[in-house]
C-alpha cells in the first residue's frame, strides 16, 4: 500500500495535464502553520477533463468533501453509494477508493495536514474527535438544503485563502472546525454491501495492499505491513475477522498467504540482484538474517545462499 503526502496528493490529482501544479506546490505549503487548501470541483477538474479516481492508498492528510453527483467509496468490506449529495470526512487512519460514476461533478474540497489543527489553536486532538476515528462511518447523506448550507461554509474559505488578511488561516481553521461539527451531527448512509459481496471486496482489497508493496526496487524500500494485524488494522476490520474471509475467499489464513508473497519476492530478489542475505532480509521486514534464513529454509527447504546458487 502506498502511503500519499499532501505534495504528493498534489502530482496525482493534478498530473501534469493541468498547468498550475508548480504554483500548487509553492504557494500553498504553508510550513509555520501546517497545511491547509480548498478547491472548487467544478472548476477544479474543468480544464482536467473529469474528475479521477482516487485509487486504494494511504494518506497523510485529512480531507473534507462536499460532493454532488454520483460516486461510490470503498473501505474495508464497505462500498458506499452517494447518489445524490454527501460529505466525507477522510483520515489518515482509514483508507479507501474513491470513483466519480458520472462525469457531472460538483461540490468542494479542502486538505489539511494535523498541525494545521493543533491543540494550542482548538483545544483537543483532531485524532480523538469521533468523525475522525478509524471506527468512524465518515461518509454522510445530506439533502440539497443541508448541501447548500455547506456550500456555503467552503465558499467563504474560497475568499479568505484569496484574501490578504493577515489571520486568514486563524479564519479558515474556524470554518474548517464548522464543518467538522456539523458532520458529526449526521448520520451515515447505509453501506451497500453485506455478505457474500462484503467478503469478495474485502479479499480483493488485502490482495490490493498485499501486491502494492511489490516489487522491492532498492535496499530503501521496506515492507509497511508485515503481520495479520498490519493488514487488518490497514483495512479497519478485526484481525480475527480478516482472516475468517480469507480462508473462506482463499482458502489460506492471512499469514500464509503473506509469507507465501513474501517468500516469492525473497527467491526474485536473490536471483535478480546482487544485494547480500542481510539487505535482503532487512527490505523484506527481517530484522536478524537468521530469522529470515529460517523462515527461507521452512518455505524452500533450502538455506538463501544455497538457492541463490
Given at each position: ?58 494518506r497523510t492528510y485529512y480531507k473534507v468533501s462536499l460532493i454532488a ?22 483520515t489518515p487512519k482509514i483508507p479507501y477508493r474513491y470513483t466519480p ?176 542475505v542481510s539487505e535482503i532480509a532487512y527490505s523484506l521486514g527481517f ?23
Open positions: 500500500m502506498d502511503t500519499i503526502t499532501i505534495k504528493e496528493f498534489y502530482q496525482d490529482t493534478f498530473g501534469g495535464s493541468c498547468p498550475d501544479l508548480e504554483q500548487l506546490l509553492s504557494d500553498n505549503i504553508h510550513k509555520n502553520i501546517g497545511h491547509f487548501n480548498v478547491f472548487n470541483i467544478k472548476n477544479m477538474y474543468g480544464n482536467c477533463k473529469t474528475k479521477p479516481e482516487m485509487p486504494y492508498n494511504k453527483g454520483e460516486n461510490h467509496v470503498e473501505y474495508a468490506d464497505r462500498t458506499i453509494e452517494i447518489k445524490e449529495y454527501g460529505v466525507l470526512f477522510a460514476i458520472t462525469t457531472e461533478q460538483a461540490g468542494h474540497f479542502c486538505v489539511f495536514t494535523k498541525d494545521f489543527v493543533p491543540f494550542s489553536k482548538t483545544g483537543f486532538d483532531i485524532d480523538s474527535l469521533p468523525i475522525f476515528s478509524n471506527q468512524s462511518d465518515f461518509i454522510y447523506q445530506i439533502s440539497e438544503n443541508q448541501y447548500h448550507e455547506i456550500n456555503s461554509v467552503f465558499e467563504k474559505m474560497h475568499l479568505e485563502i484569496d484574501s490578504d488578511y493577515e489571520f486568514k488561516y486563524d479564519l479558515i481553521r474556524n470554518y474548517l472546525m464548522e464543518l467538522i461539527h456539523y458532520g458529526q451531527k449526521l448520520k451515515p448512509i447505509i453501506p451497500t454491501e453485506t455478505g457474500k459481496t462484503a467478503a469478495s471486496r474485502i479479499t480483493s482489497l488485502f490482495i490490493e495492499l498485499l501486491e502494492r508493496q511489490f516489487p522491492i526496487e532498492n535496499i530503501t524500500q521496506l515492507l509497511l505491513l508485515k503481520t495479520p494485524k498490519d493488514y487488518a488494522d490497514a483495512l479497519n476490520v478485526h484481525v480475527n475477522h480478516l482472516n475468517k474471509v480469507l480462508k473462506e475467499t482463499i482458502g489460506r489464513t492471512t499469514s500464509e498467504i503473506v509469507a507465501s508473497r513474501i517468500n516469492q519476492e525473497a527467491k526474485i530478489l536473490l536471483k535478480q540482484t546482487n544485494w547480500n530484522e536478524e538474517v537468521a530469522h529470515f534464513s529460517n523462515f527461507f529454509k521452512k518455505h524452500t527447504n533450502q538455506s538463501p545462499l544455497v538457492f541463490r546458487e
